[in-house]
Nanobody, 123 residues
Framework: HVQLVESGGGSVQAGGSLRLSCLAS????????LAWFRQAPGREREVVAV????????YYADSVKDRFSASRDNDKNTFYLQMNSLKPEDTAMYYC?????????????????WGQGTQVTVS
């Protein structure tokens, strides 16, 4: 049973930075592709970043390219999202997700396992 637990959200002023973490358990971490999604009130959940396995290049949404960076530490079973130059429009609940096989471009339907979310508020 895959379990994902996010942390690191909070409130920050525009231009600031946050780093989200996602601690995974219950599966072979290194063999799964990992993703960050976000959902703002009244809007659909959207993909932010995906780290694929197998040497496939990472995917980033256009809205976060050059500002956000995803990384993983397989020894710690942890997935990160470094968010810099934050904007008010980045305000959302952020979710991590995992699945063994993920399509390109990625979408919510590709992922079976989700965390509970961590709130990011940029003012």
């Amino acid at each position: 049973h895959v379990q994902l637990v996010e942390s690191g959200g909070g409130s920050v002023q525009a231009g600031g930075s946050l780093r989200l973490s996602c601690l995974a358990s219950g599966y072979t971490f290194a063999s799964f592709s990992l993703a960050w999604f976000r959902q703002a009130p009244g809007r659909e959940r959207e993909v932010v970043a995906v780290l694929y396995t197998g040497g496939i290049r990472p995917y980033y949404a256009d809205s976060v390219k050059d500002r956000f960076s995803a990384s993983r530490d397989n020894d710690k079973n942890t997935f990160y999202l470094q968010m810099n130059s934050l904007k008010p429009e980045d305000t959302a609940m952020y979710y991590c997700a995992a699945n063994r096989v993920v399509g390109f471009p990625p979408g919510t339907a590709d992922f079976k396992s989700w965390g509970q979310g961590t709130q990011v508020t940029v003012s």
